[in-house]
């Protein structure tokens, strides 16, 4: 068997090259669309996560009941579902707010319009921990941030006082940590927090840590390639400098609408603590129970139990369908980033699939390539067969030795296949460095060659020979050993 | 002994398909061979000599009539108990040797070994061998088959046929490509195999010298058994 394909080595690199790119080309795009999928796709847009609104078009007159309200009754709705792993309610402040900071990193003060946006901190903890780990190393010996997302206005309660009421709007640090009033011995607040006065007209409130907020890596990519250019400012080398940059946010006031009345305006300071896909992307994220008690204090209980989208995470992948479904009834649609979620894998998995069919066209190419090898070599061999025949060898032995050399050379075809494949992942790794360099949080590599991808290249390979030399199998079992025996 | 014998053929007849022959190749033939029977099958070119060999070794199943060996009637024998046959219970030479060229001289004889369902690969050097040494080329057993003389390559096909030690041994023209010398020390070892083993021979020859080496010898003449 060795001996014989060594013997014709040079017929069966010609058969062999067509499962070699066959192969090659089907775990390339396969170890392409897999990479696409878990290091872009699952992180925007997380496969057993959907996240659902309030339905804005109302279906009026078709006597199905919508609730008007994405409220706790709402949610107790969705946990009831079957499939349904954790509900993760979000709320977006409902009044105007401004905030300005991030001269350390800027270079200058920035105003903006604040949007704030709550989330449940349960819902990024691991992935905050691990986006830091990526950009900064291991834990030790370092400034931990993703820790501190979480509420931390309840953690110790020190009443405190600045010098006046002016003081919590400026930016002299020592100023704003104020002077704790509770002992006589007049401290500024602990370290790591500050005087947090109960509304922009008073001096007085309690010592509190900063807002822990979180911004979308997306927001550093417009300010690099959109508003550093335009405003000729310094670019932001990588997210590790958001990290624990520290801004001021003002509630009940707005450079574009009506501000609240005075005496409910209020000065918070806040400190990035992390980058996550799922932080709003024009705004700040912070742990919902800050926007919780924002909106009651500014618009009122009824408004700060309504919340405005809530995730919604399944057990299985497979349970996506029916819960979109389920929520429908609910008055539930998906948010318009879920739908963009399934519409791009829909678009992967058109795309997987093309490039696939390609890589099996290739590789019926190939097998037919087989065919006429094998062919030809069985009727080169039929001596050879002969005579295995008459020293015992069954139909089923000649069919199989056949075969076993498609086999062969199948698995030699696919593994080389996925040798190529993996040669040119590195090459367009590459190539597209180049271009992702300045993307933040792009992956360094593109591709996964997972179990699946090496299998379906080899198997793919093996079964396109083996279905090649079928019929020479065949044609090998018929060879009558009689004839050919007895001619000289 | 046991009394059935070793080969025994009734009112065979083998028709190629048609245009080639007017009349068929084999034409009611009926012959009986006992166990250690040494026969020489003779006749003119043509007669059926080869056509005959094949359908007792089984090579060739299309053929009607009353076909047995070792008492077996082959044509209730499926392809995997005929290959059996074949592997264990018959030794083919032909004329035109039939080694494999891309294996050694001890590989080509160890080749039944590789389609013996009894896990007979642990033992088959061994036994290659031992059939190497019968035919006196144990020095050989490395070597291609590529390298031998004609009778090396005899004697080679002798020793794969006999790897198995076979009851019934097949040769179609043994010794037709050999000159005299070498023929000669062919039919020695067959004789040898005859009276050692207990080898029933049939050999399809030309050679008289071969026939007379032989204790009975079957006529051909034009499909039909004539004499025998
Ligand atoms: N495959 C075949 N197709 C058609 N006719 C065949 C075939 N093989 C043999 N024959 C014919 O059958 C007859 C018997 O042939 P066979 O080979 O058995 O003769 P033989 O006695 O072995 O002759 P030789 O001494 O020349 O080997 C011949 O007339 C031959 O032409
Ligand atoms: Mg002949």
Redesign the pocket.
């Given at each position: 068997m060795r001996r014989n394909v060594v013997r014709s080595r040079s017929h069966f690199v010609f058969a062999g090259i067509g499962l070699v790119v066959g192969s090659a080309t089907l775990a390339f795009f396969l170890a392409l669309s897999g990479g696409a999928r878990e290091k872009i796709l699952n992180r925007l847009y997380p496969v057993n996560q959907v996240e659902f609104q309030i339905e804005t078009v109302r279906l009026f007159g078709l006597g199905i009941e919508v609730p008007s309200r994405l409220d706790e009754a709402t949610l107790a709705a969705l946990r009831g579902l079957p499939g349904v792993a954790g509900v993760y309610p979000k709320q977006r402040t409902k009044f105007p707010a401004r905030l300005w900071g991030g001269r350390d990193v800027l270079g200058y003060e920035a105003r903006l319009e604040a949007f704030l946006d709550g989330i449940d901190p349960v819902l990024v903890r691991d992935e905050l921990r691990a986006a830091e780990r990526e950009v900064l190393g291991a834990e030790e010996g370092r400034t931990v941030y993703w820790s501190a997302f979480r509420d931390r206005e309840g953690e110790r309660r020190i009443a405190c006082e600045l010098s006046n009421a002016a003081a919590q709007t400026g930016d002299d640090a020592v100023a704003i940590r104020g002077t704790v009033t509770d002992g006589a011995d007049r401290k500024p607040c602990p370290e790591g927090t500050y005087c947090a006065a109960t509304n922009v007209l008073s001096a007085r409130g309690f010592c509190e840590a900063p807002v822990p907020a979180l911004v979308s890596p997306f927001l550093l990519e417009v300010y690099n390639s959109v508003a550093a250019t335009a405003m000729g400012l310094r670019k932001l080398s990588g997210l590790e400098v958001m990290l624990g940059v520290q801004f001021a946010v003002l509630f009940g006031e707005s450079y574009f609408a009506p501000d609240e009345r005075v005496d409910r305006r209020v000065v918070k300071r806040a400190r990035i603590v992390g980058f996550s896909n799922k932080a709003m992307e024009f705004g700040v994220t912070v742990p919902l129970p800050y926007v919780e008690r924002a909106n009651l204090a500014l618009r009122g209980r009824e408004e700060a139990s309504e919340y405005t989208s809530v995730i919604v995470e399944t057990h299985r992948n497979e349970d996506v369908p029916a819960i979109v479904d389920d929520a429908r009834v609910l008055g539930l649609t998906l948010s318009p980033r879920s739908e963009e979620g399934r519409k791009a894998a829909n678009v992967l998995l058109v795309l997987t699939i093309v490039f696939a069919m390609v890589s099996v066209v290739i590789l019926g190419i190939s097998a037919i390539n087989i065919t006429h090898t094998f062919l030809m070599l069985v009727t080169e061999r039929r001596a050879e067969i002969a005579v295995w025949r008459a020293v015992g060898a069954t139909l089923l032995d000649v069919r199989l030795l056949v075969l076993g050399e498609a086999l062969v050379l199948g698995l030699a075809g696919g593994a080389s296949g996925l040798a190529v494949a993996y040669g040119l992942s590195r090459a367009a790794n590459a190539a597209a460095s180049g271009v992702l360099a300045h993307v933040p949080g792009s992956p360094s590599d593109l591709f996964v060659f997972s179990l699946p991808v090496i299998a379906a290249g080899v198997a793919c390979a093996v079964l396109f020979a083996v279905v090649g030399a079928w019929v020479p199998a065949s044609r090998a079992a018929r060879t009558d050993p009689a004839?050919v025996l007895?001619q000289g | 002994m046991s009394g059935t014998p070793m080969v025994r053929v009734e009112h065979l007849v083998k028709r190629?398909p048609a245009g080639?022959?007017p009349r068929p190749?084999l034409d009611d033939v009926s012959v009986t061979v006992a166990r250690g029977e040494f026969v020489a099958i003779v006749?003119r070119?043509?007669?059926?000599?080869?056509?005959l060999l094949n359908a007792i070794g089984g090579l060739d199943r299309d053929c009607a009539g009353v076909l047995e060996v070792d008492g077996r009637a082959l044509a209730r024998m499926g392809d995997r108990e005929l290959a059996r046959m074949r592997n264990r219970g018959i030794g083919f030479v032909f004329q035109a040797f039939h080694l494999l060229p891309q294996l050694t001289v001890l590989e080509n004889v160890m080749l039944p070994a590789s389609f013996d369902d009894r896990g007979a690969l642990p033992t088959a050097r061994g036994r290659a061998g031992d059939a190497l040494a019968r035919v006196g080329l144990s020095d050989k057993a490395a070597v291609p088959p590529t390298r031998l003389s004609a009778g090396e390559k005899q004697r080679v096909a002798i020793a794969r046929a006999i790897l198995n030690r076979p009851a019934l041994l097949l040769c179609d023209?043994p010794t037709g490509n050999l000159d005299a010398e070498t023929g000669r020390n062919v039919i020695d070892i067959f004789l040898e195999l005859a009276a050692k083993d207990g080898t029933t021979l049939m050999i399809?020859t030309?050679e008289g010298r071969v026939a007379e080496a032989a204790g009975r010898r079957v006529v051909l003449a034009a499909g039909k058994v004539v004499e025998g």
């Open positions: 004839t007895s | 190629y080639a022959l190749a006749g070119s043509g007669s059926g000599k080869t056509t023209e399809a030309h």
